[in-house]
């Protein structure tokens, strides 16, 4: 029989020996893997939205509540102190009396040095993150679901001593729910006005220096854009909103940080059509993208009402991907639109949504956008994907053409969009297999742009018929 070789710590060592090379081994592991971990919030209860403020349940010590959808906290002088390098937001929606998917945010107010409340119509917020409820059960499990954020780029915020000088840091919670469908269609709701619970954390790294040269500029926070409001778009019958802001000293790298998600307008509205989104800087188009996943299916698990998810069996991406922009259960993406250096002086950011449309006057795309630039050194790079440097390989062939055109592509789970110079969509089609023949019957210069879930390529080509 062969002889065990093996070595084992217990066979080799006295006891005190183990004993200290494993504290030092414990001591070394946390040091490594150190994170911090603050609770913001925690079980605190949403109420009717439109009902009046609710008192009954005190939040715990700390938090105030706004409103029956609004709860906030001010960050502790010893927990900016605790902020590292990296930045994950934790939020924990638990059911009660709600049973639809609604909108859910996390702000940061801006709140003057050492005011113990405020109004939160006076003071400046930026959005760090959206989500959406899926439709929950209170009486099923899972009863709740957790979202996660990657805002590496806040992390720098809170440690910026002039930010944090000026104004208090405040996180809000916000989740409008109403009980009424609840309260016939779920047991135990009948007469109950209690929505939603609610839990905020933050996860950080090893504590970082402070620091001096970030440059914070609120531009649009949780704005409805539509095209049938004076104040919702530049110009009524076209979705876009334009905002212009002053940069006061060079950047050295800035990036916009953008959130939409497209609601309301009721069956075939808004909500239930995917639209390109055109977000500009100067004028110049940074960013293209259609909202929604390539499928909901991972979320159907938290979608446990019967009326969850649209139906009770389940779809192909095809299928979701005709219609749904976002999932009940999941998060919104929150798009970084990197810049690099910045002059400064006068700057513009404009969205448009130019085939938008609101059935009867109703439904919005809320949008927020900030701009977080640096006077020195460079923005933090984790987190948040960039779609505008997704690049996906394909071929478009031949090119220029006579209006008849061959696509060769990776993957058939694609859509391809053609548009003008304009920016209208003159053709837009998901893929059926890896070869794609297409067909233009006008001449001109178009850009041939290609969804898939790795990201989002753009070709030229020129027709000369």
């Known amino acids: ?52 403020l609710v008192t009954d349940v005190a939040p715990q010590p700390g938090v105030i509540k706004h409103r029956n959808d609004l709860f906030a906290r001010k960050l502790t002088t010893t927990e900016l102190a605790s902020i590292g390098t990296t930045l994950q937001l934790r939020v924990v929606i638990g059911a009660l009396c709600d049973n639809y998917d609604r909108i859910g945010n996390v702000h940061m107010a801006l709140v003057p040095a050492g005011a113990t409340t405020y109004d939160p119509a006076l003071v400046e917020h930026i959005e760090i993150a959206r989500f959406i409820t899926p439709f929950m ?26 930010l944090t000088t000026t104004y208090d840091i405040w996180i809000e919670l ?27 954390t933050l996860q950080t790294n ?18 409805n854009m539509n095209n049938y409001q004076a104040g919702a778009t530049d110009t009524l019958g076209l979705t876009t909103r334009s905002v212009t802001f002053q940069v006061d000293n060079d950047l050295t790298d800035a990036a916009f940080f953008l959130i939409t998600s497209n609601h309301g307008a009721n069956q075939g509205g808004e909500e239930y059509n995917r639209r390109f989104h055109y977000a500009y800087h100067d004028d110049v188009l940074k960013l293209t993208y259609k909202p929604g996943r390539l499928t909901c299916e991972p979320f159907r698990m938290y979608n446990t009402q019967g009326n969850g998810i649209y139906g009770p069996s389940p779809r192909t991406p095809a299928q979701w991907q005709s219609f749904s922009n976002w ?15 910045v002059t400064a002086g006068e700057h513009t950011f404009m969205i448009r949504v130019p085939t938008a449309v609101f059935l009867g006057g109703e439904g919005n795309i809320p949008v ?28 478009i062939h031949p090119n220029p053409t006579s209006g008849l055109f061959t696509i060769e592509l990776p993957t058939e789970q694609a859509e391809i969009t053609v548009t003008n110079v304009l920016g209208e969509i003159v053709l837009q089609q998901n893929a059926t297999n890896s070869t794609m023949n297409l067909q233009l019957d006008r001449s001109g210069s178009y850009l041939v742009r290609l969804i898939t879930e790795q990201g989002i390529t753009t070709r030229k080509l020129v027709v000369d018929r």
Do not use: W
Request: some cysteine; overall charge negative.
């Open 1 to 52: 029989m062969g002889q065990n070789n093996t070595f084992t710590m217990n066979d080799h060592l006295p006891d005190m020996q183990r004993i200290t090379i494993l504290l030092v081994l414990g001591l070394l592991l946390t040091k490594t893997s150190a994170q911090t971990t603050i609770t913001v919030m925690d079980g605190v209860v949403f109420h009717d939205g439109y009902a009046g």
């Open 137 to 162: 059960n209170k009486n099923i499990q899972p009863d709740s679901v957790p979202y996660v954020f990657n805002v590496d780029n806040v992390a720098m915020l809170l440690k910026d001593t002039e």
């Open 174 to 200: 916000a989740v409008f729910g109403v009980p009424y469908a609840a309260n016939t269609q779920v047991a135990g709701c009948s007469g109950r006005n209690d929505v939603f619970t609610g839990k905020v």
């Open 206 to 223: 090893e504590p970082a220096p402070a620091q001096d040269t970030n440059l914070l500029l609120p531009l649009i926070f949780n704005s």
């Open 327 to 341: 999932c009940p259960g999941d998060v919104i993406d929150i798009r970084r639109i990197n810049l690099g250096p």
């Open 368 to 395: 927020s956008v900030y701009l977080h630039g640096r006077t020195s050194g460079l923005l933090s790079t984790g987190g948040i994907d960039d779609e505008i440097a997704a690049e996906v390989p394909f071929a």
